[in-house]
Nanobody, 114 residues
């Protein structure tokens, strides 16, 4: 599965961004899709996942502010990010797990200024 993220950018604290991740292939609807992020100088960390049946899971640090969703007809997963904080600054990566494969996108940068 090839993944391409988009939607990153520079935003002020309190603002919003929506990230998109477009996936190739015909088995997207069976995949577990996720968003992870890597802040500057830190390890990559979990943000959110959504299963094939739409069940979601979030890191405590983003609960109530971020929403993950998917559109199986468009082979796309989204991450709506509201009430952004400077500590949300990171490279955001899309992840796909399906059929024994675990794939990553190249990432998109999100920078939140105070």
């Amino acid at each position: 599965v090839q993944l391409v993220e988009s939607g990153g950018g520079l935003v002020q604290a309190g603002g919003s961004l929506r990230l998109s991740c477009a996936a190739s292939g015909s088995i997207f609807s069976f995949s577990i899709m996720g968003w992870y992020r890597q802040p500057p100088g830190k390890q990559r960390e979990f943000v959110a996942t959504i299963t094939s049946d739409g069940s979601t899971n979030y890191a405590d640090s983003v609960k109530g502010r971020f929403t993950i969703s998917r559109d199986n007809a468009k082979n796309t997963v989204y991450l709506q990010m509201n009430s952004l904080k400077p500590e949300d600054t990171a490279a955001y990566y899309c992840n796909s797990i399906v059929g024994g494969y675990n794939d990553w996108g190249p990432g998109t940068q999100v920078t939140v200024t105070s």
